[in-house]
């Protein structure tokens, strides 16, 4: 049963811009802070960004800081995240993610996986 569907990856020039999206059922989207993550060929996963259930907070990694926004679309259950200032290094399979924080912890634990979709930036 697929719970987190992405879309919106392809090809696209350095400097381009382009949007993911992220689709999932009301309970997932209501209850659950969502993530992404992506994955370079023979790199290890990397935290792209976070926004908390309410979306209230964003969180992002240093790569994408300033250039990568999420947002959360309340009447679609639909997490976006809108990446901008594309750089060849942004080249990865990016994952979807549902998660709940760790109580007492800096932690967070994903419950829920995308399938990925692929991102690929030319220069």
């Known amino acids: 049963q697929v719970v987190l569907l992405e879309s919106g990856g392809g090809p696209v020039q350095a400097g381009d811009s382009l949007t993911l999206s992220c689709a999932t059922s009301?309970?997932?989207?209501?209850?659950?802070?969502m993530a992404w993550f992506r994955q370079s060929p023979g790199k290890g996963r990397e935290f792209v960004g976070r926004?908390?259930?309410?979306?209230?907070?964003?969180n992002y990694g240093d790569p994408v800081m300033g250039r990568f926004s999420l947002v959360r679309d309340n009447t679609k259950n639909t997490v976006l995240l809108q990446m901008n200032s594309l750089k060849p290094e942004d080249t990865a399979v990016y994952y979807c993610?549902?998660?709940?924080?760790?109580?007492?912890?800096?932690?967070?634990?994903?419950?829920?996986w995308g399938q990925g979709t692929h991102v690929t930036v030319s220069s």
């Open positions: 009301k309970r997932i989207f209501s209850n659950f802070h």
């Open positions: 926004i908390s259930w309410s979306g209230g907070n964003t």
């Open positions: 993610a549902a998660g709940v924080h760790i109580p007492g912890t800096q932690q967070y634990r994903y419950d829920y």
